[in-house]
């Protein structure tokens, strides 16, 4: 195909639970840096040069093409950064390009991130023209003392503007919370959760703050100045998140995302299913699996380094890792684990060349952190996912 089609409500193809492969374009600009923020974002004063790096972007295609070999993509997403400040032609010359490479069938789901201060209707219009048919929306919280506090650039009023904008254009729409916020109440966030649902969204992305080494907040956490929920309110504020989700039909179906039956993002699936994706951009990531080989891959992050790389030797890749097969498994129970539906039992034993042990994975069902479905599959139980990377670290021994 030449072209990525508009897609119209109802249209989406159903999820077959494989895991599929996913196409993911890094879009590495943002207006502003928030203070939490260790993605691979940055600020410009001087505009970009949109034109240059969709050149990029298609050439580093092409490497990647050659990598994976002939595909059929399952779901496209365009992260970063803040996509919505492309213009949509921009998102449009990507989509097609993604189309030359690989086979991209109608129906399947193409997200685009977005924030509230960067959207506009006919931005929006000429997204969904280009064939968006999923936004997910930055909103991060739903009152203006804490949108200031984490440093972003709307105000409430943007953001239900932008909800509204977005659920009349676009089939599919999320938007992301923070929680776990300083002096932040179980009540209060209760209500801010009951207020998020209530304007008709299929999918939530709920975050609890994390302070991560390198930002702005990790210095003031550090001096004593920003001062986070303590482990015990932080699991207050996650069991009140399930409960609600969960009562509202949004129940988690991983363990920071909530979603209506069929309303799951898919791209993201492809992810913690451990499926292949090809990362293109700026410091991208992706998985690669040719034959019994998977590979993995990263690009420079600095976008113009990044751009001077794939300009004279067709990709800005900095690093090609041969996975062996227990890393696989490792990886595989990594991701695996965040789902609801657990882990593929026979998958797993398939890299690793053995069953779990069997006396740490009875340690771990007679305290309640995991529990079999059948005997094809392993999953964390609700009490599991608050201690979800020591569960993981001892069933990978």
């Not at 972007?57 to 919505?84: A, D, N, Q, W």
């Not at 303590?230 to 909530?258: C, F, K, R, W």
């Not at 499926?275 to 992706?286: F, K, L, R, T």
């Not at 479905?373 to 599991?384: A, H, I, K, V």
Request: overall charge negative.
């Amino acid at each position: 195909m030449n072209a990525v089609a508009p897609l119209f409500p109802g249209m989406l193809l159903p999820d077959t639970g494989e895991p599929g492969f996913g196409v993911y374009v890094h879009w590495p600009f943002c207006a502003a840096k928030c203070p939490y923020c260790d993605f691979n974002s940055h600020v410009r004063h001087q505009p970009v040069d949109q034109l240059r790096y969709t050149a990029a972007f298609l050439k580093e295609m092409e490497t990647m093409r050659k990598m994976s070999g002939p595909k059929t993509v399952t779901s496209i997403f365009l992260g970063g950064g803040t996509p919505s400040l492309m213009d949509p032609s921009t998102v449009g010359a990507i989509l097609n390009g993604i189309a030359r490479h690989w086979h991209v069938p109608d129906g399947i789901e193409i997200t685009m991130e977005a924030n509230p201060s960067s959207v506009e209707a006919e931005r929006f219009r000429g997204y969904r023209a280009a064939g968006i048919n999923r936004v997910s929306m930055g909103v991060q919280a739903l009152n203006d003392t804490d949108l200031k506090f984490l440093g972003r650039l709307h105000d409430v009023a943007d953001a239900l503007k932008a909800i509204k904008l977005a659920r009349e254009i676009f089939p599919r729409m999320s938007f992301d919370l923070i929680y776990a916020r300083p002096k932040q109440t179980v009540e209060a966030w209760e209500a801010e959760l009951k207020q998020a649902i209530s304007y008709a969204v299929d999918h939530l992305s709920l975050y609890q703050l994390t302070i991560e080494e390198g930002t702005p907040f990790y210095g003031l956490h550090k001096a004593g100045k920003l001062i986070v929920p303590d482990d015990e309110q932080s699991a207050l504020l996650y069991e009140a998140t399930q409960e609600i989700t969960a009562a509202h039909g949004m129940p988690a179906y991983e363990v920071s995302n909530h979603a209506k039956p069929g309303a799951e993002s898919r791209h993201n699936l492809t992810y913690w299913r451990y499926g292949d994706y090809a990362g293109i951009g700026p410091g991208a990531h992706g998985r690669l699996t040719r034959g019994r080989d998977k590979i993995a891959t990263a690009t420079e992050r600095r976008p113009e380094t990044w751009l001077d790389q794939v300009e004279t030797q067709g990709h800005g890749m900095v690093d090609q890792e041969l996975l062996g097969f227990d890393e696989q498994a490792d990886e595989l129970l990594l991701m695996g684990l965040r789902l609801t539906e657990g882990v593929d039992l026979a998958r797993w034993q398939e890299l690793s060349g053995r069953d779990p042990d069997p006396v740490r994975e009875e340690r771990l069902l007679e305290h309640g952190f995991i529990e079999r479905l059948g005997n094809s599959r392993l999953r964390c139980t609700p009490s599991g996912m608050l201690i979800l990377d020591a569960v993981v670290a001892d069933l990978a021994c």
